[in-house]
């Protein structure tokens, strides 16, 4: 009996070491290097993208900028790596960069096989194909035999294929490795037609073409697209935190909480929820996270709140001019939808 007794405890002070050993690796680089790093996409306009100063700016920007803000104090400590579609995962792996915020499809074989922690979904998307106005195409199903630019290396490859041949179009993929090349292709009369997520086809419309009037995106969505931000197994403590960023923004659009009002709200609210999220009041969420109480309000006031986010990069009233769609709260006819603060 002794004997058992000792070799189960040699065996959970076994795995108590591995997990130790394993907890808070990438967490410890990043604040040791006192800078987060990010993948994200090498130029896709209202998602990561460069302006005219050479800021790098979009939704998934955003992100990396509010996870810095939360782990660093401070949504400016970051360093942006500009990855293609097949170099991002093995970047990811290596650990050249610390979290992948490049539009990337939660699948199963992505999430169970590549040594990585989808954080959540960032953007519900779907795959479309857009097409020259002069063609008078309405519907995907009339691209029967159509050539079709695609990126390499992507699900849009794979459900491409899926979707010709479960509707008999013999479709004729033309296909890229980089994303510049395939618009170039596709604008160039080189393709018939041009797929991709509806976001990507919205945003290379309005930044590529040379009148987007002369594009269209036609109706059918072929595809689930889940997009989101992915960080490696291993640190735990790292992937608590780049889960519950997301969700703290999209739990300060439930509440109200704002860039601009975050301050005074953490101040004044006396809702509970505001006051836990905000670190407001007594209880400390932060301290599970191993973090600050006030750690989820630096998310908030460096990068606004989810609604904020998307307004401002794809929105309707930027030249991407994306309907909140699938992507609205919950409360308001959408898909996002945050686990409670608490």
């Given at each position: 009996m002794?004997?058992?007794?000792?070799?189960?405890a040699?065996?959970a002070?076994?795995?108590?070491?591995?997990?130790a050993?394993?907890?808070g690796k990438d967490?410890d680089?990043i604040?040791s290097?006192?800078?987060?790093?990010?993948g994200?996409?090498v130029?896709?306009?209202g998602?990561?993208a460069t302006?005219?100063q050479g800021?790098w700016t979009?939704?998934?920007?955003?992100?990396?900028?509010a996870?810095?803000?939360v782990i660093?104090?401070?949504?400016?400590?970051?360093?942006f790596v500009p990855?293609?579609?097949?170099q991002r995962?093995?970047a990811?792996?290596?650990?050249?960069?610390?979290?992948?915020?490049?539009?990337?499809?939660?699948?199963?074989?992505?999430?169970?096989?590549?040594g990585?922690h989808?954080?959540?979904v960032?953007?519900?998307?779907?795959q479309?194909?857009m097409?020259?106005?002069?063609?008078?195409v309405k519907?995907?199903?009339?691209l029967?035999?159509?050539?079709?630019c695609?990126?390499s290396?992507?699900?849009?490859?794979?459900?491409?294929?899926d979707?010709?041949?479960?509707n008999n179009?013999?479709m004729?993929p033309?296909?890229?490795?980089?994303?510049?090349?395939?618009?170039?292709a596709?604008?160039a009369?080189?393709?018939?037609?041009y797929t991709?997520d509806?976001?990507?086809?919205?945003?290379?419309r309005?930044?590529?073409a040379?009148?987007?009037a002369?594009?269209v995106?036609?109706?059918?969505l072929?595809s689930?697209?889940?997009?989101?931000p992915a960080?490696?197994?291993g640190?735990?403590?790292?992937?608590?935190?780049?889960?519950?960023t997301l969700?703290a923004l999209?739990?300060?659009e439930?509440?109200?909480?704002?860039?601009?009002n975050?301050d005074q709200?953490?101040?004044d609210?006396?809702?509970?929820?505001v006051?836990?999220?905000l670190?407001g009041g007594?209880?400390?969420?932060?301290k599970l996270?191993?973090?600050?109480?006030?750690?989820?309000?630096?998310?908030?006031?460096?990068?606004g709140?989810?609604?904020?986010?998307?307004?401002?990069?794809v929105?309707?009233?930027?030249?991407?001019g994306?309907p909140?769609?699938?992507?609205?709260l919950?409360?308001q006819?959408?898909?996002m939808?945050?686990p409670?603060?608490?």
């Amino acid at each position: 009996m002794s004997r058992l007794v000792l070799t189960a405890a040699i065996a959970a002070a076994g795995l108590l070491t591995s997990t130790a050993a394993l907890a808070g690796k990438d967490l410890d680089a990043i604040k040791s290097r006192g800078a987060l790093v990010c993948g994200v996409n090498v130029g896709l306009a209202g998602f990561s993208a460069t302006d005219s100063q050479g800021k790098w700016t979009g939704l998934d920007v955003d992100y990396c900028r509010a996870l810095a803000a939360v782990i660093l104090g401070d949504g400016n400590k970051l360093r942006f790596v500009p990855l293609t579609a097949q170099q991002r995962f093995t970047a990811l792996q290596s650990g050249e960069i610390d979290v992948l915020s490049r539009n990337t499809t939660w699948t199963l074989t992505r999430d169970v096989s590549l040594g990585m922690h989808f954080a959540g979904v960032s953007f519900y998307d779907g795959q479309g194909f857009m097409v020259p106005k002069s063609l008078n195409v309405k519907s995907a199903k009339q691209l029967k035999g159509a050539t079709v630019c695609v990126q390499s290396g992507t699900t849009t490859e794979l459900n491409l294929t899926d979707y010709s041949r479960a509707n008999n179009l013999q479709m004729k993929p033309v296909v890229f490795e980089k994303l510049e090349a395939s618009t170039e292709a596709y604008f160039a009369g080189r393709c018939q037609a041009y797929t991709t997520d509806a976001s990507g086809l919205a945003s290379i419309r309005s930044k590529e073409a040379k009148n987007p009037a002369d594009h269209v995106i036609l109706p059918e969505l072929i595809s689930k697209e889940p997009l989101g931000p992915a960080v490696r197994r291993g640190d735990d403590d790292f992937f608590g935190i780049a889960k519950w960023t997301l969700n703290a923004l999209l739990e300060a659009e439930e509440y109200g909480i704002t860039q601009a009002n975050a301050d005074q709200m953490q101040k004044d609210s006396k809702n509970p929820g505001v006051m836990r999220l905000l670190g407001g009041g007594t209880e400390d969420t932060g301290k599970l996270l191993g973090l600050d109480k006030s750690w989820a309000l630096r998310a908030i006031k460096a990068v606004g709140n989810y609604g904020e986010i998307f307004e401002r990069n794809v929105g309707e009233k930027t030249p991407i001019g994306l309907p909140r769609g699938a992507n609205a709260l919950w409360t308001q006819g959408g898909l996002m939808y945050a686990p409670p603060v608490r």
